[in-house]
């Protein structure tokens, strides 16, 4: 009998084991970004992995983690291809991570975040957007490993990383003509003017005269022709347009909801 029980207690430590092992191997955190751009992840516990240009520092503090950074051409015949830099943690910590994007030149982006605690818990992220040499962008996203916690993961938006996004979107021809460009710089000036008289109210009147620029313009080149000039024309491409409405929701979700003419509190942010 004791040996029965010896036994059983065996199969049940080896099927717990193998279990959890099965469980662990899904359990992971994976950022990937295609175009000119560097980045520097840091988990819940402040360890980073990473290259920031910026100090020309490499990290390699987040532990179980592999890092592929800077794929380019080795041959200066050949064109090379485009950047790819990829981060994976099989062994993520609960908590906040944050993410800094660091352009190394005038480019778009594809910024892939994917977490998983399970084989059918993940979710995987996806963003776009413009960088040009010198600029940062910063994004955050939350790992748990209770089951059905949700995943979350952001950009971090301020009135500037709206007006970096304008100027490199027509850099990139993402967005054009140059009237319309100023235009949209002009109603960014009137934001940011509210903004710092603290009027809320008249800030999210601008910004929503922003979008609503944007957006009419949007839908007024979808029902034309494919093939149409668009020289000198105003339009939004539907990359760019994606871009200024993730940024003008988040900046729309940061200005609380006043009176019209009502201003913050002095020791509101």
Do not use: L
């Given at each position: 009998m004791l040996i029965k029980i010896c036994v059983l207690t065996i199969w049940i430590f080896i099927y717990s084991s193998l279990s959890l092992g099965q469980d662990n191997r899904f359990h992971s955190v994976t950022v990937r970004v295609n175009g000119a751009v560097e980045f520097v992840i840091r988990d819940a516990l402040g360890k980073r992995s990473g290259f920031d240009p910026k100090l020309n520092q490499r990290?390699?503090?987040i532990n179980e983690s592999y890092g592929v950074f800077s794929i380019d051409s080795e041959d200066p015949n050949v064109e090379p291809p485009e950047s790819?830099?990829?981060?994976m943690t099989q062994n993520p910590v609960d908590g906040r991570y944050s993410l800094s994007l660091y352009g190394t030149k005038l480019s778009e982006y594809r910024l892939s975040i994917v977490i998983s605690r399970a084989l059918?818990?993940?979710t995987d992220f996806i963003f776009k957007g413009v960088m040009d040499s010198a600029a940062t962008v910063q994004y955050e996203f939350e790992y748990s490993s209770v089951s059905g916690t949700p995943f979350t993961a952001t950009k971090v938006v301020s009135s500037s990383t709206l007006r970096q996004d304008l100027d490199n979107s027509f850099k990139l021809n993402l967005l054009g003509g140059r009237e319309f460009y100023k235009e949209l710089n002009h109603r960014l000036d009137k934001f940011e003017k509210e903004l710092t008289k603290k009027d809320s109210s008249k800030a999210r009147h601008e910004l929503e005269k922003?979008?609503?620029?944007?957006?009419e313009v949007f839908q007024k080149e979808k029902k034309k022709e494919?093939?149409?000039?668009?020289?000198?024309?105003?339009?939004v491409t539907d990359d760019a347009y994606q871009i200024f409405?993730?940024?003008?929701?988040a900046l729309l979700n940061q200005l609380p909801l006043k009176e019209k003419?009502?201003?913050?509190?002095?020791?509101d942010h």
């Open positions: 990290y390699d503090e790819v830099n990829e981060f059918d818990e993940g922003f979008w609503k620029n944007i957006d494919k093939n149409e000039e668009k020289e000198d024309k105003k339009f409405q993730e940024d003008v929701q003419g009502e201003k913050d509190d002095e020791d």
